[in-house]
C-alpha cells in the first residue's frame, strides 16, 4: 500500500506543481477523487469481500461523498435525504465557516467505505497522506478543520442510516440448506462453498420499494431427459460453446470473469488468486469514463453515486430471485447427466444460477453511467490490464453490458436465457434509478 500511496501523491503532487502550488489545483482535480475510489476498490480486493457485500461498501462512500458535494453546490446537486429510503436528513454545512467540499468528499467517502465493513483504519494511511498533501499545499488551519469537521458530521449520520439496512442482523441468519435434489443448486467445485449471503433480499433498498419490486419469470422447468425440452437445450448450448469457445469468446470471458477471489488447483497444489467485483469492475469504469469526459470533480462524484446505487438495488433484486428459484448451475447438470469430467472455462461463483448476478448489475450500472455521459458513449475499458487482461473497446455502456451477458454464458457458469433475462432486469433497476432520484437540478 505504501508504493501506491507515494504514487498517487507523486501525481498529484505533478498535477499541483504545474499550477502554482495551490492546494486548490490539488482538491479540485477529479483524478484525486477517482484515485481514492480505486484505493477503496484495491482494499476491497485485497479483503476478499464478495461482489455483494463489496456494493455496499461502495453505496455508503459514494452517497456520503455525494452528500457533501450537494450541499456545497446546491444550485446544481440536491440531497437524497427523502429521496432515498430511510434516509431523511443529512447535516448542512455551518454558516460562515469556509470549507472545501471536494476534499471534504474525500474523506466522507474513506470514512464510509470502511467502517461499513471493514476495521476503522482500514484507509487510515491513505487519508493521512491525502491531508498532509493539502496542508504541505498551503490548505489554511481553519479551512482544513472546517473540512475534516463537517465530512465527520456527513459520515457519521450516513453511518447511522447504514447500520439501519438490516445488514447486522444477516450475519446471524440461518446458512442456507443444501437439498440434493434434481434442479436444485448445490455446491460446486473446486471450493464447494456454502451459498452466498442468502439473506440478501433482506437488506433494505435505496430506491426500489422492495426486493421482488421486479420479479422476473421462472427459469425454464428443470427436463434433462427431454431433448426437445427447453432446459435440455440450455444445458446442451452450455457445453457445445465450452467446448469450442474461439480465442475472442476466451477473451470476453476472461474480461468479465470478476470472481474476486478464485482459488486455483494444479495438481496437489491449491493457491488463491484476487481480481475486482462486478461492482469494482464498473465503479473502475465509471473513473475512465469521467477521466475520457472530462467532466469536473462534482459531475464525478455525482457518476459513482447513481452507479453506485443502481448496482447495489440491482444485487439485491437478482438476490431475490436467486433464493427463491435456487437453480442448479450447468456445471452440476453436466457433470450428472452428461459428461462428469466437462469443466466450465471459468470457476463456478458459490451460489444459485438464476438469474445472473454480473449481468444484472452491469446492465443497471449501463443505465445509470448513459444518465450520466449519454448514449453511444465510445471508450475503453482498461480494468483488467492490471491482471494481465488486454482491454476491450465499446461503442456505449448498453453494449458493454450485452457482452457481459455473452461472457457468462462463454465462462460455462450460467445458461444464456438467465443472461438475456437479467440484463432485461438490470435495466429495470437501472432505469429505475434514473426516474426516480432527483440529483442534478
Known amino acids: 500500500m505504501r508504493i501506491a500511496l507515494v504514487a498517487i501523491a507523486a501525481m498529484l503532487l505533478a498535477s499541483a506543481c504545474d499550477k502554482s502550488n495551490d492546494y486548490k489545483q490539488i482538491?479540485?482535480?477529479?483524478?484525486?477523487?477517482?484515485?481514492?475510489?480505486?484505493?477503496?476498490?484495491?482494499?476491497v480486493m485485497q479483503n476478499n469481500f464478495p461482489?455483494?457485500?463489496?456494493?455496499?461498501?461502495?453505496?455508503?462512500?459514494?452517497?456520503?461523498a455525494y452528500e457533501v458535494i450537494a450541499a456545497g453546490n446546491p444550485g446544481q446537486y440536491q440531497s437524497l435525504s427523502g429521496q432515498v429510503n430511510g434516509l431523511t436528513s443529512v447535516p448542512v454545512p455551518?454558516?460562515?465557516?469556509?470549507?472545501?467540499?471536494?476534499?471534504?468528499?474525500?474523506?466522507?467517502?474513506?470514512k464510509l467505505g470502511e467502517a461499513v465493513t471493514f476495521p476503522e483504519g482500514s484507509m487510515k494511511e491513505y487519508v493521512d497522506s491525502l491531508k498532509d498533501l493539502v496542508k504541505d499545499h498551503g490548505m489554511p488551519g481553519s479551512v482544513f478543520n472546517n473540512t475534516v469537521e463537517y465530512a465527520e458530521e456527513v459520515g457519521k449520520v450516513i453511518l447511522a442510516w447504514s447500520k439501519k439496512d438490516n445488514y447486522a442482523q444477516t450475519?446471524?441468519?440461518?446458512?442456507?440448506?443444501?437439498?440434493?435434489?434434481?434442479?436444485?443448486?448445490?455446491?460446486?467445485?473446486?471450493?464447494?462453498?456454502?451459498?452466498?449471503?442468502?439473506?440478501?433480499?433482506?437488506?433494505?433498498?435505496?430506491?426500489?420499494?422492495?426486493?421482488?419490486?421486479?420479479?422476473?419469470?421462472?427459469?425454464?422447468?428443470?427436463?434433462?431427459?427431454?431433448?426437445?425440452?427447453?432446459?435440455?437445450?440450455?444445458?446442451?448450448?452450455?457445453?457445445?460453446?465450452?467446448?469450442?469457445?474461439?480465442?475472442?469468446?476466451?477473451?470476453?470471458?476472461?474480461?468479465?470473469?470478476?470472481?474476486?477471489?478464485?482459488?486455483?488447483?494444479?495438481?496437489?497444489?491449491?493457491?488463491?488468486?484476487?481480481?475486482?467485483?462486478?461492482?469494482?469492475?464498473?465503479?473502475?469504469?465509471?473513473?475512465?469514463?469521467?477521466?475520457?469526459?472530462?467532466?469536473?470533480?462534482?459531475?464525478?462524484?455525482?457518476a459513482y453515486a447513481k452507479t453506485a446505487i443502481a448496482m447495489f438495488d440491482s444485487f439485491i433484486q437478482c438476490w431475490d430471485e436467486k433464493f427463491r428459484s435456487n437453480a442448479v448451475r450447468p456445471e452440476t447438470v453436466i457433470n450428472k447427466y452428461i459428461d462428469p469430467d466437462w469443466t466450465p472455462y471459468l470457476q463456478t461463483p458459490p451460489?444459485?444460477?438464476?438469474?445472473?448476478?454480473?449481468?444484472?448489475?452491469?446492465?443497471?450500472?449501463?443505465?445509470?453511467?448513459?444518465?450520466?455521459?449519454?448514449?453511444?458513449f465510445v471508450y475503453t475499458d482498461t480494468s483488467e490490464l492490471e491482471f494481465g487482461i488486454k482491454n476491450r473497446s465499446?461503442?456505449?455502456?448498453?453494449?458493454?453490458?450485452?457482452?457481459?451477458?455473452?461472457?457468462?454464458?462463454?465462462g460455462g457458469i450460467h445458461f444464456h436465457n438467465s443472461c438475456i433475462i437479467s440484463t432485461e432486469y438490470g435495466r429495470k433497476v437501472g432505469e429505475l434509478v434514473n426516474q426516480r432520484l432527483k440529483m442534478k437540478k
Request: charged share 20%; aromatic share 14%.
Open 51 to 64: 461482489p455483494i457485500i463489496a456494493s455496499r461498501n461502495y453505496l455508503y462512500a459514494s452517497i456520503a
Open 394 to 410: 465499446f461503442t456505449s455502456f448498453r453494449q458493454a453490458a450485452e457482452e457481459n451477458n455473452w461472457a457468462r454464458f462463454y
Open 171 to 302: 450475519r446471524t441468519a440461518p446458512k442456507y440448506t443444501v437439498i440434493d435434489t434434481p434442479g436444485r443448486w448445490i455446491p460446486t467445485p473446486p471450493m464447494y462453498a456454502q451459498a452466498l449471503e442468502p439473506h440478501w433480499r433482506e437488506i433494505r433498498t435505496v430506491v426500489m420499494d422492495s426486493a421482488d419490486q421486479f420479479t422476473p419469470p421462472p427459469p425454464p422447468v428443470f427436463n434433462i431427459k427431454d431433448k426437445n425440452s427447453k432446459y435440455y437445450q440450455e444445458v446442451m448450448a452450455v457445453k457445445n460453446a465450452g467446448d469450442s469457445l474461439t480465442d475472442e469468446q476466451k477473451h470476453i470471458a476472461e474480461f468479465w470473469d470478476d470472481l474476486g477471489t478464485r482459488l486455483n488447483v494444479s495438481g496437489h497444489v491449491m493457491f488463491m488468486t484476487k481480481k475486482f467485483s462486478p461492482p469494482g469492475h464498473w465503479m473502475n469504469i465509471v473513473g475512465i469514463a469521467a477521466q475520457k469526459a472530462k467532466v469536473d470533480y462534482a459531475t464525478t462524484v455525482y
Open 94 to 110: 455551518p454558516a460562515g465557516k469556509e470549507i472545501d467540499f471536494n476534499f471534504a468528499a474525500v474523506l466522507a467517502f474513506c
Open 351 to 376: 451460489f444459485p444460477e438464476y438469474t445472473c448476478g454480473h449481468s444484472t448489475v452491469s446492465s443497471s450500472a449501463a443505465e445509470a453511467l448513459t444518465s450520466v455521459f449519454g448514449d453511444n
Open 27 to 43: 482538491t479540485s482535480d477529479p483524478f484525486l477523487y477517482s484515485k481514492t475510489v480505486k484505493e477503496l476498490n484495491n482494499v
